[in-house]
């Protein structure tokens, strides 16, 4: 879960609760994320992937229904969100399965020519973000097309991409295509979940879709059960419709 939140003071404290179905408090891994006190004053932007809601293979993919996640303000309600989980097999959420690569098509509305911003986190070396939308700048051996994030995890706790299109995009689905070192890198560069916000102005983000993925230190072979090639684990394809 992402927040961003304007005016803070230093100390100011802020807490996540996911409360399920029953309207209790969800004991299970992530259902509550203690953030530090605020360092300083203004806006601060919060996400609880350090401590994640788990659902997949745990409690809480049982608990079936309306969620809702509440944020506290120095103790205080400060605003909250409602979400579903519904049973394995049900439609209407995102779906991971192993997949081919897809390659680029330049009239996608995300293809890195259509696209009047993208910044993020650093790149390996001889790695290009605009790879992620279509590109083949990559220099490193073997890996066209292909981008890889730093191996230094940034100091929020997670990888992120920030992109704007030249002109506006009604969103009805998305693809993302994922896949990591498997076992020849030992700590398989796999993602544990995967974030989707946009917005419309400024001010005005919003979570369009979350998902699960690897668990920490594990890769998409263990996931999927799907044999590696080349050393790689098999491309993921969670596909999200909204």
């Known amino acids: 879960m992402y927040f961003d939140v304007t005016g803070v003071n230093t100390g100011d404290t802020f ?20 953030f530090s006190a605020a360092p300083s004053a203004g806006e601060a932007c ?3 992937n350090n401590t994640p809601l788990l659902i997949a293979g745990n409690p809480a993919a049982t608990m079936t229904g309306t969620w809702t996640a509440y944020i506290f303000y ?6 909250y969100t409602t979400f579903t989980i519904t049973a394995s097999g049900s439609t209407g959420g995102p779906t991971v399965v192993a997949s081919s690569d897809p390659g680029s098509v330049t009239t ?4 890195y020519t259509n696209l009047a911003s993208l ?16 590109g083949t700048f990559t220099g490193a051996a073997g890996e066209n ?7 230094t995890v940034p100091s929020t706790g997670y990888y992120s991409l920030q992109f704007q299109t030249k002109t506006p995009v009604q969103l009805t689905g998305y693809t993302l295509y994922l896949a990591d070192d498997g076992t020849v890198h030992p700590a398989s560069r796999s993602a544990t979940h995967f974030t989707f916000l946009a917005r419309t102005s400024p ?5 369009i879709s979350q998902t699960n993925l690897a668990t920490l230190g594990s890769s998409y072979y263990n996931m999927l059960g799907v044999a590696p090639t080349a050393g790689m684990s098999p491309i993921i394809e969670p596909r999200i419709i909204q």
């Not at 209790?24 to 891994?29: A, E, N, P, R, V």
């Not at 097309?145 to 191996?151: K, L, R, T, V, Y």
């Not at 001010?203 to 979570?207: I, M, Q, Y």
């Open 15 to 34: 807490i996540v609760g996911f409360y399920g179905p029953s309207g209790q408090l969800y004991t299970g891994s992530g259902g509550e994320s203690d």
């Open 46 to 48: 919060y996400v609880t």
């Open 74 to 79: 120095n103790g205080n309600p400060l605003a």
């Open 108 to 111: 996608n509305p995300f293809y």
């Open 119 to 134: 910044t993020g986190n650093s790149m390996l070396s001889n790695f290009d973000a605009r790879d992620i939308f279509g």
């Open 145 to 151: 097309g292909h981008a890889i994030f730093a191996d």
């Open 203 to 207: 001010g005005a983000l919003s979570v």
